[in-house]
């Protein structure tokens, strides 16, 4: 399978304590995207990284959240001190353009994140 | 708030009528993609349309994208009761960035 893989995919915590998220995108795409997605609401933008940079971080991010992707390959997603409203899916995207547009955007099936 | 919204917030037809989903927009954009999400799985893209462009086909598929108006529509000729899913606009910002940001979703059931 070459698709987008996220680890693990569901991951029950509690209040508090420290969850991270691990992301494999599509081996040749340089640019890998975080999401969140809760219940009937559309996919929340949260960060971006082109290649091992991080570019583009949403105002939405508390300072309890952090990417890295340190080799420009798989991507972490550490939430800090969970709380109840931190419960959604989390998805991991990539694409390969090189250009300063937007493309297709390819991804992965989601981490469920349920915190009690 | 969301850049992209879409009308309706669901819809309910019969196999093989045709389906059209719209979506509005705030701020000028490069492009305008629509993404399907079926009930458990992942997203999948299913069309990107330029600024610059004003229909794109792709199958079943049909795209516009009225600049002026900051509106798209995504129309689903024939539909089957696969077609069953939420449907998703994205539009990047338009900032210089890459911030992709969606709307809510038309959520689309097909009755076979």
């Known amino acids: 399978d070459t698709g987008v893989s996220q680890n693990p995919r569901h991951k029950i915590t509690k209040r508090g304590q420290n969850v991270t998220f691990r992301c494999d995108p599509i081996?040749?795409?340089?640019?890998l995207y975080w999401y969140r997605q809760t219940l009937g609401q559309g996919p929340e933008f949260l960060t971006y990284?082109?290649?091992?940079?991080?570019?583009?971080k949403s105002r939405l991010l508390s300072d309890r959240f952090s990417a890295e992707r340190p080799k420009g390959s798989f991507s972490t997603l550490e939430i800090q001190r969970t709380e109840q409203g931190d419960s959604a899916m989390y998805l991991c995207?990539?694409?390969?353009?090189?250009?300063?547009?937007?493309?297709?955007?390819?991804f992965g099936p989601g981490t469920r994140l349920t915190v009690l | 708030s969301q850049q992209g919204e879409e009308d309706p917030q669901a819809l309910s037809i019969q196999e093989g009528e045709n389906a059209t989903m719209n979506c509005s927009y705030k701020?000028?954009?490069?492009?305008l993609q629509w993404y399907r999400q079926n009930s458990g799985r992942g997203l999948v893209h299913l069309i990107l349309?330029?600024?610059?462009?004003r229909e794109k086909h792709s199958g079943r598929l049909r795209v516009t994208l009225d600049t002026s108006k900051k509106s798209s529509s995504l129309l689903i000729t024939a539909s089957r009761a696969a077609d069953t899913a939420s449907y998703f606009c994205?539009?990047?910002?338009?900032?210089?960035?890459?911030?992709?940001?969606f709307g809510a979703g038309t959520r689309l059931f097909v009755k076979a």
């Open positions: 081996s040749e795409h340089n640019r």
């Open positions: 990284f082109q290649n091992e940079a991080q570019l583009e």
């Open positions: 994205a539009t990047d910002a338009n900032t210089g960035g890459f911030k992709t940001i």
């Open positions: 701020t000028s954009i490069n492009n």
């Open positions: 995207a990539s694409s390969r353009r090189d250009g300063l547009l937007l493309d297709e955007q390819f």
């Open positions: 349309i330029r600024s610059n462009e």
